[in-house]
């Protein structure tokens, strides 16, 4: 009645907003078919540039979205953040919307802003029919977005194996990198997820790539403790001898973290007990300098070095006497550590307990013969 006294049905409100946006947030497919043989614009955006389209595709009223094309809209109009109705539709996992907007023509493809497809979207939120739906009909699945991210990325950064595995089962590369050089299996290492992980192995992922730091997926699984994941990966013969930018190696984190079983593990697997960082620790260095005495145990035992040198040259029994760790000490004494090695300022273990007024140490280490001139 109001259109047939002359109302205009492209009036806008404070948001940009038509009647036909509003039909169509509702859902009301009546409406919008009137409003369009009325006159009412399809492809008009509010101040956000959405169109109706938009708004029906993000909601899943097919039977709008089916009006709004037969009234001509334009399927791959762009928001502010130039996501197409397709983005949107990927985005809440509306499958027959998203079947619909290609079988009339939507761009499968089409980056938005930050360079996602619609695939990206629907990896991200885990929408498995629509993934595969996008793949089956050619979207590609290696596209990046603009940190260089792919939509296995995006998926694996989720923690979903099911999209992880149809993606690589269609042609995605378990090994592309973003712009910081993290592959997906870094991505799944570094939150912890074991069945992403276990999945990425299966797809023929490289278990020792590193990103732009240096790390492998070993170093960043061991940096978060996810130690389920770490142990997957050294069942599945990850290099446990590759180094960080600082040089440092799995074990040397895992030392100095304590994680003893881990340490066992790396060991086990052939981890170099004697391996050195950029200023020269060993691992046993690095337990020492966190007190773990049970890995200092198992290093020792497994054949570490106890007179090995930093680039201050300082020994472990120097580390542990200035640290204060006294049950560290005894047992560095017990296996041999030398008492009066020099460091390269002229200290001796006990002139670093006495630097830090560890008195117990101090005692212990002159009762030892420790050298006090």
């Known amino acids: 009645m109001l259109i047939n006294h002359d109302a205009n049905p492209n009036t806008t409100d404070d948001d940009g907003s038509t009647p036909l946006h509003t039909a169509t947030h ?3 497919p009546d409406v919008v078919r009137v409003l369009i043989e009325h006159g009412a614009d399809p492809d008009t955006a509010d101040y956000d540039r959405n169109t109706p389209l938009h708004t029906a595709s993000y909601n899943g009223y097919l039977d709008v979205v089916e009006t709004l094309i037969e009234g001509g809209a334009d399927l791959n109009m762009v928001d502010n953040d130039w996501s197409t109705p397709l983005h949107t539709a990927s985005y809440s996992g509306h499958l027959d919307v998203v079947e619909t907007l290609i079988e009339e023509g939507a761009d499968l493809n089409m980056v938005d802003y ?13 929408h498995l029919d629509v993934v595969e739906t996008l793949i089956n009909h050619d979207a590609d699945p290696n596209t990046t977005h603009d940190d260089g991210s792919t939509p296995l990325h995006t998926a694996t950064y989720r923690g979903d194996p099911d999209v992880v595995r149809v993606l690589i089962e269609h042609g995605a590369d378990p090994d592309t990198v973003d712009y910081d050089r993290n592959t997906p299996l870094h991505t799944a290492s570094n939150n912890g997820h074991l069945d992403v992980v276990e999945t990425l192995i299966e797809g023929g992922a490289d278990l020792n790539m590193v990103d732009y730091y240096g790390n492998t997926p070993l170093h960043t699984a061991l940096f978060n403790g996810h130690l389920d994941v770490v ?4 069942n599945h013969d990850a290099d446990p001898n590759t180094t960080h930018d600082d040089g440092s190696t799995p074990l040397h984190m895992a030392s100095y973290r304590g994680h003893l079983d881990v340490v066992g593990a790396l060991i086990d697997h052939g981890a170099d007990l004697n391996m050195v960082d950029n200023d020269r620790n060993t691992p046993l260095h690095a337990a020492l300098h966190s007190g773990h005495l049970d890995v200092v145990e198992t290093l020792i ?6 007179n090995m040198t930093d680039k201050d040259l300082s020994t472990p029994l120097h580390t542990a006497s200035y640290n204060g760790h006294h049950d560290v000490v005894e047992t560095l004494i017990e296996e041999g550590a030398d008492l009066n090695m020099v460091d390269y300022y002229d200290n ?9 007024g560890h008195h117990d140490v101090v005692q212990f280490l002159i009762g030892k013969g420790a050298d006090q001139n």
């Open 114 to 126: 930050y360079g996602s497809t619609p695939l990206h979207a629907a990896s991200y939120n885990g």
């Open 231 to 234: 142990y997957i990966l050294i």
């Open 301 to 306: 035992k497994e054949g570490a070095d106890l």
């Open 348 to 356: 001796t273990p006990l002139h670093a307990a006495s630097y830090n």
């Open 26 to 28: 509702r859902g009301d």
